[in-house]
């Protein structure tokens, strides 16, 4: 006897009745389900909610409606983020510090110097 038998023998029949046409409606109707490959909604872009942020300050504000977005483009703050503040380190107060710029790179050896290295190696 399975688990599910012994649950269907406790069922009155008014209860099996409402169970199969709630099992009726919710299966789908003309389409075959397999597990192994489950159906996946797709996702639907939403303008709103959406994040704006303000550029001299750093702030991140998050607008759920036209109305805020529209308040807080009055304000100053931009569709586009910022790109001299570094909005992976948000604080509390979803202020984004000033990037931190690190020393310059070395410039590229000129084919003169590659030769000079590539000369030494052979020496050794």
Do not use: C, W
């Not at 389409?31 to 709103?48: F, H």
């Amino acid at each position: 006897m399975t688990q599910n038998s012994f649950v269907l023998d406790k069922l009155s029949e008014q209860d099996k009745a409402a169970l199969l046409d709630q099992l009726l409606q919710a299966a789908p109707v003309g389409r075959e389900i397999d597990l192994g490959k489950p159906v996946v909604t797709r996702y639907q872009y939403r303008e709103l909610p959406r994040l704006v942020y303000h550029h001299e300050s750093g702030a991140v504000l998050q607008v759920n409606d036209p109305a805020q977005l529209k308040a807080a483009l009055k304000r100053g703050f931009n569709l586009k983020p910022s790109e001299k503040h570094d909005y992976s380190k948000l604080s509390a107060a979803n202020v984004a510090p000033i990037k931190e710029v690190g020393p310059a790179r070395e410039t590229a050896m000129s084919a003169e110097e590659l030769a000079e290295l590539d000369a030494a190696d052979e020496d050794k």
